[in-house]
């Protein structure tokens, strides 16, 4: 049993190890082993990543708890942003607001298929 304690302990603390030294460094796994390997490890220039975009805007007190993080601007943390972002975006630029799929009515009388909905 011990020797299974033992194991998990040198487990994790060498993923809590591997993930601080990449926040610290601002370099993945991979890219640190590719860079090791070519030797070209002086030659990186990423920086530190910022906490704020591993657990968000909100206070220090929803660290420790598994919630889904609010951040400030999300395209530039997760390093993408959608085509629907984008298009809304866009929009909300030019002051344009979505054309209505539906034609006005040139009476004051509700729509004949609202009509066939309401009670008689």
């Known amino acids: 049993m011990t020797i299974l304690c033992i194991g998990a302990f040198l487990f994790t603390s060498s993923m809590l190890m ?3 030294y990449g926040l610290m460094t601002g370099i993945g796994t991979i890219d640190r082993l590719k860079k090791k390997a070519t030797n070209t490890m002086s030659q990186s ?12 805007v909100a206070g220090y007190h929803t660290w420790p708890f598994p919630i889904d993080p609010i951040f400030e601007n999300y395209d530039r943390v997760m390093g993408f942003s959608m085509p ?7 929009q909300l630029m030019e002051y344009q ?3 209505p799929d539906l034609e006005p009515s040139p009476t004051v009388e509700l729509p ?3 009509n ?5």
């Open 84 to 90: 629907q972002r984008l298009a809304r975006e866009q």
């Open 116 to 120: 066939d909905l309401l009670p008689v």
């Open 45 to 56: 220039d990423e920086e530190p990543i910022p906490l704020v975009d591993v657990f968000g």
């Open 97 to 99: 607001r979505p054309v």
């Open 112 to 114: 004949q298929c609202v």
């Open 18 to 20: 591997n993930v601080t």
